[in-house]
């Protein structure tokens, strides 16, 4: 036998003490390590929210970069500006102009993706242990922002036709209550990541003069605005109200996401503030990145380009639709979205979608569970569905092998007298691709 | 010319990312060791790879569901390859708990009480007549984990009665049959066992103390979230009697090349818990540290494992 005398202690990682306090949440996870499976070709993934750019016209995009290397590399290829090019930041006024904004290029910032525009607003205005107001759900990569400067967020209720106002008042007068100060309301009111919805242009006007009655200023973050499916696209918060609104607009859906290049439309004393932070973040946002998106806006029909995209995320979302109809068991509930990636799916009381992940692995799909979209550890009975990236007959047959799994989950719990057996039979007699039964879409 | 090595990892199995870390750290010891390695997947290029390649030997790093039950291994025997680690038949007799912990019982092992039941068992003769059954045979606390699943996926420890059906639910959420067995309070050890041509010998007892009291999933991959102390903090006989009890395992369940036994020492006596044939060797796992304490180097371990296998 082998038995060294000298005895070892310890951690692995010799750096344990030394991190900051705000890296205590950065952990193993198995739900999150069950999204290597995800990647895996047999299993339909309906978790990541991946843009399809597959019909992006490649050559066209290459040839333009290859002549913009030729004609400008020792430029492009530079250092520049912190606030970004003047170019693009024009071009950025033209794209919000589609949703009714009127800004100058001057209100603008460029930065690495809207995500870092984020990253930028919330180290301006939040010390440790501020309040940040956030729909609920909301979107992972903000809540994971908003913990790495250790905010406190508070979520406010949404419903069918997004943040309830009267919810967004009681959290802030009870914030304020407590003695404690919100920084801002931070809002996707376009087919939010992850639940869909769209909030309505008559809770946007009244959002905003609650925002002004209340003095709270809304982040206002738009990546999927331009991606309605079933109507044009609506007026930003941020067309009603240029001092009460920081807007974060992003390439990533509309364009790619690869060149990590979207912009925050901040007032202007408050962009001075994002400038100085960008220069300590990263001297200047990706000049390469910036140059190459300007010249395919100048180049392309961008527009006719997003038309494209929104045809095949039409088709994509149909299919979903048709797959939750024909395969969801009763007692499953989701949104309808008429934009966007996602779909948010209820179930049933005594349900856990964190748990129910691994089931679904063993099936052959993948969804993200609920409680990755709520600070606070609630949503354990939803889960957010994308129908972005798989063809349409892979998402419907995702929706299958999901309506499988829920089926098998409900028999188990019921077994153990966790669900009501009623759902049980409900689920054995319900989905199947012969039902014509629409079940409840509410939120 | 240098041996060729495929390192298999990934694969379809709900331990798939640490089963890539695992594979990717393999692959950089061989690669050191001097073999010229491919990382391969569980995919359809991998058997014209293994056609292609002049004699290769397969160093399997697959961790649940066919990378433990010998499925692939079977694959491998079919095609006739040289591969590292235990055999088809041995692994499908191991990975089934419920005939692999009599075999160590009878070697004389004490194991913990134990049921194994797949979750229809509970459908069909009514899920509270038997929890009423387990609880009387077993008593509490009880822990409840799948059966072919690793990495405490699915596991977790049942200290009132009413907490048991959650417990099985989420074990039988990995696999239709779940393990519940009596938990046994202790010092949670692993110790590797590798036979480099002398038969199989046990390496250092590595001791874990997770920080929140659970070695869970997140207390396994966090680094920093658990304390490993090795040779572990017990004294000279006991740490013999873990070694000689991983050592026994291996042999009574017919493991080759290479395994970790899981142990829990009671008032100074091991219990076992269960052997893996494929233990993790991502950079928070047991066998690495345990060489290292050893001044075994790793790279040499894996590198003489490969050159026997070679010759088999």
Known sequence: MNVPEKRVETRIDPYVDA?????????????????????????????????????????????????????????????????????????????????QIEASPDDIIVSCGSQQALDLVTRTFVDPGDVILAEAPSYVGALGTFAAYQANVVH?????????????????????????????????????????????????????????????LIVEDNPYGLLALDLPPQPAIRSM????????????????????VGWALAPPAVLKKLVLAQESATLCPPVFSQFAISEYLSTWDWKGQIDKFRSMYRERRDAMMRGLIDHMPAGATWTHPKGGFFVWLTLPEGFDSDKLSARAITHRVAFTP?????????????????????????????????????????????????????????????????????????? | MAQHVIVVAGGLSHERQISLESGHRVARELSQAGFEVTLSDIQPSLLDLIDKLDRPVIFPMLHGGAGEDGAVHEVFELIGVPYVGTTAVACRASYDKA???????????????????????????????????????????????P??????????????????????????????????????????????????????????????????????????????????????????????????????????????????????????????????????????????????????????????????????
Not at chain 1, 395 to 424: C, K, S
Not at chain 2, 115 to 137: K, Q, S
Request: hydrophobic share 45%; aromatic share 6%.
């Open chain 2, 147 to 312: 059966s072919a699943s690793g990495s405490a996926l699915g596991a977790s420890r049942v200290d009132r009665i009413e907490d048991l059906p959650t417990a099985l639910v989420n074990a039988y959420s990995y696999g239709r049959v779940a393990v519940v067995e009596e938990f046994i309070e202790g010092t949670e050890i692993a110790v590797p066992v590798f036979d480099l041509g002398d038969g199989p010998i046990a390496f250092p007892p590595v001791e874990i103390r997770p920080a929140s009291g659970v070695y869970d999933f997140e207390a396994r991959y966090t680094a920093g979230a658990t304390t490993y102390v090795c040779p572990a903090a017990l004294d000279y006989d006991s740490v013999a009697a873990c070694q000689a009890a991983a050592v026994e395992a291996h042999k009574s369940l017919r493991l080759r090349d290479l395994s970790r036994a899981d142990i829990i020492v009671r008032d100074g006596q091991p219990v076992f818990i269960e052997s893996s044939v494929a233990p993790g060797m991502t950079e928070t796992s047991l066998v690495p540290l345990s060489l290292a304490t050893a001044d075994e180097s790793l790279a040499d371990a894996l590198a003489t494992l490969v050159r026997r296998a070679a010759v088999r």
């Open chain 1, 156 to 216: 406010v209720a949404m419903d069918e036709d997004g943040i309830i106002p009267e919810a967004f008042r009681a959290a802030t007068i009870a914030v304020r209550a407590a003695g404690r100060q919100v920084k801002f309301l931070y809002t996707i009111p376009n087919f939010n990541n992850p639940s869909g919805i769209l909030m309505t242009i008559e809770r946007r006007r009244q959002l905003i003069a609650l925002a002004e009655e209340l003095d709270v």
């Open chain 1, 19 to 99: 991190y900051a306090s705000r890296t205590k949440g950065l952990k193993a996870s198995a739900v999150r390590a069950l999204f290597a499976v995800a990647n895996r070709p047999e299993v339909v993934s309906l978790a990541g929210g991946m843009p399809n750019i597959a019909d992006l016209p490649l050559d066209v995009v290459g040839d333009s970069i290859a002549d913009l290397i030729r004609r400008r590399g020792p430029q492009i290829m530079n250092y520049g500006s912190a606030q970004g090019e003047e170019r693009i930041r024009e071009q950025i006024c033209e794209v919000m102009r589609l949703e």
């Open chain 1, 370 to 443: 609920g409680t990755a979209f709520y600070a606070d550890g609630l949503g354990s009975r939803s889960m957010r569905l994308s129908y972005c990236f798989p063809t349409p007959e892979r998402i419907y047959e995702g929706t299958r092998r999901l309506g499988e799994t829920l089926r098998e989950e409900i028999e188990l719990r019921a077994t153990f007298g966790l669900v009501d057996p009623h759902l049980a039979i409900e689920a054995a007699s319900s989905g199947g691709p012969a039902s014509t039964t629409l079940p409840n879409h509410d939120f």
């Open chain 2, 99 to 145: 005939l692999a912990i009599p075999v160590v019982a009878r070697a004389g092992l004490t194991v913990p009480k134990r049921v194994i039941l797949p979750h229809d068992m509970f459908r069909d003769l009514g899920a509270p007549t038997l929890m009423r059954l387990i609880e009387d045979r077993l008593g509490l606390p009880l822990f409840v984990k």
């Open chain 1, 241 to 260: 109200d240029s001092e009460h609104v920081i807007y974060l607009g992003s390439f990533s859906k509309t364009f790619a996401p690869g060149f990590r």
